[in-house]
């Protein structure tokens, strides 16, 4: 992933956030009602693990164990 991307994600992440006043609960509530009409309108979710899978990339460099 370049730079440019990781600008682009943090710009829209805090303009989406800038709309809710950075108001947690309201942005938890958009959330929701943007998942419940993608899911109405025939979109597949699948649920995030709550722990990183034990051979991720992501766990061996966040999460390794010295």
């Known amino acids: 992933m370049n730079d ?3 600008v682009e994600v943090r710009a829209i992440k805090e303009a989406l956030a800038e ?3 950075f108001d947690i609960r309201r942005i938890a509530e ?8 993608s899911k109405a309108e025939g ?3 699948i649920t995030a ?5 034990p051979n991720s990339t992501f766990r ?3 999460f390794a164990h010295h």
């Open 19 to 21: 709309e809710s006043g």
């Open 60 to 62: 061996r460099t966040r």
């Open 30 to 37: 958009e959330i929701r009602k943007s998942e419940a009409q």
């Open 4 to 6: 440019e991307i990781i």
């Open 43 to 45: 979109w597949k979710h």
């Open 49 to 53: 693990p709550l722990q990183p899978l």
